[in-house]
């Protein structure tokens, strides 16, 4: 649609002539970066739910350095857009927009303002200016002409706007955080969100959130997840990145997929842009942030937190800055997994209470209110008395690579009985620089055999197959196949039927482990138990030794010799 033409549907001088929906009033969303569209997109529905006497459309603001991606987002949404050089030749009743940095045309219509983030607590660059600016707070002609009402979420975040902006007062609407509501409704239900995600049971989700510029986590620790992935056991961890919208709009995800490349690799889970940052922190088991909202929303829903940067483009006095204080800092150059651990094992849940109620006022009644004050201002009365439905967000789809390769490292000791106990630890091999032994340990390099990084695969002790042959003579004769296509191997794996992985030994043995529980699903497992018993020169015929996988769990592996098979490839 060019500039040049009229919109004509759902609004225009003649629009009623093609309308299906013929609406007594008119709401303009204006839409002008991802961050703020996707604010408005998540509760303007709720709002409006069933009225067709509003008729919405969206006007499409592009002078914004984070503009990138808000078209595709709205015709995505299925959303009506309209240039906005047309917003002067239409007669709107009441303009949305959850940014505050826009210019609309002169008139008499209302504009209410919805915050992106929490509240005022971030100093931003001015797009009109070199100097900085309050982010949140409108253009002054807007504000002096009366037609501007801001929404907060705390009285508190009044009282500061009004003391750094006293033109403000007057059109302050006290709402609450239709986002908080939606987090808070959704927060009984994290391991509901966990398994949508594919985290294990046993394992912990550390969720890495930035906001963005220079200051924030990514701006200074760019590298800081790939660093997690390898301090991080992958039998115990998984870690997520929560970017801010205006990273991915600066910067573009082809730049952001480069730079994290090695983290994409050791099964990093990039959530994307838009919507399913929520659904990740629900199913987070920590934070690590920054001063943005993400990191005081984890928080207040009780998270542990640790902060990996803080920007001085904080802003004083706030409830963010409360956090700054009260949180632990990550030292980047220290034991990432220890300063976690120990994160996790002091936490409390209600640690940052009161930093929570400093931000968010009358939890679970922001979109009834805000819905009030939508139709006030529209002069239009609300449809129903009941209120909105406040929904937790959706369950989110999946994301991030299967690793492919690990750094194994293992650990054996008798037990009391006189069994083996051999203890792991896995990392993702892409992450992780180097493969040394410290003492009492042996560490090898393992990889699927689906791998794409033949260096890997080369290099690598052991060999994976995850897919189950036919028999168990169809695996027997891979994994002889397997060690004779990989000469640098000194052992293969591959499952058959019923929790037992065959396994190929460079001295052509062939052993078969069979695990009591459900360790067969990952016949690499199974293939550590029996490299470690090779290297601490154990017996791999009838031995059962137990299998620890870090802190999280413990079953049986039971080590045999495959009877009649050396040398007759049967």
């Keep these: 649609m060019h500039a040049s033409q009229p919109l004509r549907v759902p609004v225009g001088h003649d629009a009623a002539r093609w309308s299906t929906f013929h609406g007594e009033k008119t709401l303009v969303v ?177 969720v890495v959130s930035s906001t963005w510029g220079a200051t924030s986590l990514l701006g200074r620790l760019p590298h800081l997840p790939a660093r997690l992935l390898s301090a991080l056991p992958c039998d115990e961890y998984r870690v997520a990145a929560i970017l801010h919208p205006n990273i991915w709009s600066g910067h573009g995800a082809w730049q952001i997929r480069t730079l994290q490349a090695a983290a994409l690799d050791a099964g990093l889970m990039l959530i994307p842009p838009v919507h399913a940052w929520r659904s990740a922190l629900l199913a987070a088991s920590m934070v690590i942030g920054d001063h943005g909202s993400v990191t005081l929303y984890g928080a207040a829903l009780g998270k542990p937190v640790l902060l990996g940067a803080f920007g001085a483009d904080a802003v004083p006095g706030t409830a963010v800055t409360d956090l700054g204080r009260s949180a632990p800092h990550l030292d980047p150059h220290g034991d990432l997994r220890g300063q976690i651990e120990e994160t996790l094992r002091t936490h409390t849940p209600h640690r940052y209470a009161e930093i929570a109620d400093r931000a968010f006022a009358d939890p679970g009644e922001a979109l009834t209110r805000l819905r009030a004050c939508v139709y006030q201002l529209m002069g239009q009365p609300e449809p129903t008395a009941s209120p909105p439905p406040v929904l937790a967000p959706p369950l989110p789809e999946p994301v991030g690579a299967a690793v492919t390769s690990w750094v194994v490292t293992t650990s054996v000791v008798e037990s009391a009985t006189g069994h083996p106990i051999v203890t792991l630890r896995r990392r993702p091999a892409a992450a992780c620089a180097d493969i040394d032994e410290a003492p009492d340990t042996y560490v090898h390099l393992a990889c699927d055999i689906q791998e794409r990084d033949g260096r890997l695969t080369q290099s690598a002790s052991v060999l994976v197959r995850r897919t189950s042959p036919d028999t168990a003579s169809a695996a027997v004769r891979w994994v002889r196949d397997t060690l004779d296509r990989f000469p640098g191997s000194l052992l293969t794996a591959a499952p058959v039927r019923g929790g037992t992985t065959v396994v190929g030994l460079r001295d052509g043995r062939v052993v078969e482990a069979t695990a009591t529980g459900s360790l067969g699903d990952d016949p690499g497992l199974a293939a550590a138990v029996v490299y470690s018993c090779l290297r601490a020169e154990l017996a791999l015929d009838d031995t059962v030794a137990t299998l620890r996988i870090g802190d999280v769990r413990e079953e049986d592996v039971v080590v045999r010799l495959r009877p009649g098979l050396q040398g007759d490839g049967s």
């Design 30 to 206: 204006a839409a002008r970066t991802v961050t703020s569209t996707v604010r408005v997109l998540e509760c303007l529905p709720a709002l409006l739910r069933g009225d067709e006497k509003v008729t919405v459309v969206f006007a499409y603001d592009p002078t914004s350095a984070f503009n990138d991606g808000v078209l595709d987002l709205l015709h995505d949404a299925g959303c009506r857009v309209m240039p906005w050089a047309q917003l002067s030749r239409i007669s709107p009743d009441l303009i949305v927009s959850a940014s505050e940095n826009i210019e609309v045309p002169d008139g008499d219509c209302p504009v209410l303002v919805l915050p992106h983030g929490i509240g005022f607590q971030k100093f931003v660059p001015d797009s009109r200016s070199t100097r900085e600016r309050l982010s949140g707070l409108v253009p002054d002609p807007l504000l002096e002409a009366g037609r501007a009402w801001l929404t907060v979420s705390h009285p508190g975040q009044e009282e500061q706007l009004l003391a750094a902006h006293p033109k403000a007062s007057g059109h302050t609407l006290l709402v609450g955080d239709p986002c908080f509501d939606e987090l808070r409704a959704g927060a009984d239900d994290a391991e509901a969100y966990r398994r949508a995600l594919g985290v294990g049971d046993e394992q912990r989700l550390v």
